[in-house]
């Protein structure tokens, strides 16, 4: 199982930008998928999620507002459209995918190998 981000970059203060997440492999089956993202020097903090039953999504306090989740079921492909970015949203952006159906952020999670997102001032 593979989750491949893609999306990040740079960008200026009040820019926008939009992540991608897709997963493959035959074997793959997951009960949502979301982000984290982890800054230097920072712990890990969570994003954004959205679980495939019912739909469901959720977001961390500091990104309420000015990001959203959206997915693409069929495709196993999960979307983070980041508006409004400021210079405290730089970090490593992270997929993953809960495996375990306990929530997302789990060490038995997939996890993708991270896209850059650098908001500058």
């Known amino acids: 199982v593979q989750l491949q981000a893609s999306g990040g970059g740079l960008v200026q203060a009040g820019g926008s930008l939009r992540l991608s997440c897709a997963a493959s492999g035959r074997t793959f089956s997951s009960y949502g998928m979301g982000w984290f993202r982890q800054a230097p020097g920072k712990d890990r903090e969570y994003v954004a999620g959205?679980?495939?039953?019912?739909?469901?999504?959720s977001y961390g306090d500091s990104v309420k507002g000015r990001f959203t989740i959206s997915s693409d079921n069929a495709k196993n492909t999960v979307y983070l459209q980041m508006k409004d970015l400021k210079p405290e949203d730089t970090a490593v952006y992270y997929c993953?995918?809960?495996?375990?159906?306990?929530?997302?952020?789990?060490?038995?999670?997939?996890w993708g190998q991270g896209t850059q997102v650098t908001v500058s001032s």
């Open positions: 959205v679980r495939w039953s019912g739909g469901d999504t």
């Open positions: 993953v995918a809960d495996r375990t159906g306990t929530g997302l952020g789990n060490p038995d999670d997939y």
